[in-house]
Every structure is written in C-alpha cells, then in structure tokens.
Nanobody, 122 residues
Framework: QVQLVESGGGLVQAGGSLRLSCTTS????????MAWLRQAPGKEREFVAA????????YYADSVKGRFTISRDNDKNTAYLQMNSLKPEDTAVYYC???????????????WGQGTQVTVSS
C-alpha cells in the first residue's frame, strides 16, 4: 500500500518560490502516475499538474503553466512541484496524488497525501 507524505509548504511573499515534495513509504512510486492538486478555502479541489511514471509526459493547469514544474525522482521515491512566481491566488492546501494512470477527473485519483499548506501573501 502506498502512503503519500507531502512537505515543503509554508508562507511566502508574492513573486517568491517554494518546492513541494511528495515521498512514500511502502510500495515504490516508480510505477504510478503522480499529480499535484490543490484546494483553496471555500473552493473545490482542482488539478494543478501531473506526470506519467517515466516523467516524460506532463500536464499543467492553465493557471500555473509556465510558473510551476512537476518532476519526479523514482530512485528517491519522490515527486516534486517547483512553484515560481507565486501569486496570492495560489494559496491553498496542496495534495500529492498517485494512480495507475493520469486522471483528468480530480476525484478519480485513488491515493492521496494529507496535504501541505501554501500561503502566498500580497
């Protein structure tokens, strides 16, 4: 069973950067597609970025394209989300998710971490 643990969240000023990490205990992440999703207060959970198990196919939400980069290191069982040029509207709890395939529907990702808070001040 895969247990996902996010880290790297925090408080940052607008224009700043953060890197989120998602590690796992138990089964290797190497065979899973990975995603980052986020949920802001009062809003539904939304897709941010995803990549396949090899890391050579990526998808991004339009709102983060050009600013965020998703990547993975299968040897370290870790996925990353590099977030640059952060905006106050990026404030949310960020979740790492895994599944056998990249899912277009946020609700279909089967494995989730507990989330890490990202707060961007103006």
């Amino acid at each position: 069973q895969v247990q996902l643990v996010e880290s790297g969240g925090g408080l940052v000023q607008a224009g700043g950067s953060l890197r989120l990490s998602c590690t796992t205990s138990g089964r290797s992440l190497g065979s899973y597609a990975m995603a980052w999703l986020r949920q802001a207060p009062g809003k539904e959970r939304e897709f941010v970025a995803a990549l396949n198990w090899r890391g050579d196919i990526t998808y991004y939400a339009d709102s983060v394209k050009g600013r965020f980069t998703i990547s993975r290191d299968n040897d370290k069982n870790t996925a990353y989300l590099q977030m640059n040029s952060l905006k106050p509207e990026d404030t949310a709890v960020y979740y790492c998710a895994a599944d056998d395939y990249i899912r277009t529907d946020v609700r279909r990702w089967s494995r989730w971490g507990q989330g890490t808070q990202v707060t961007v001040s103006s």
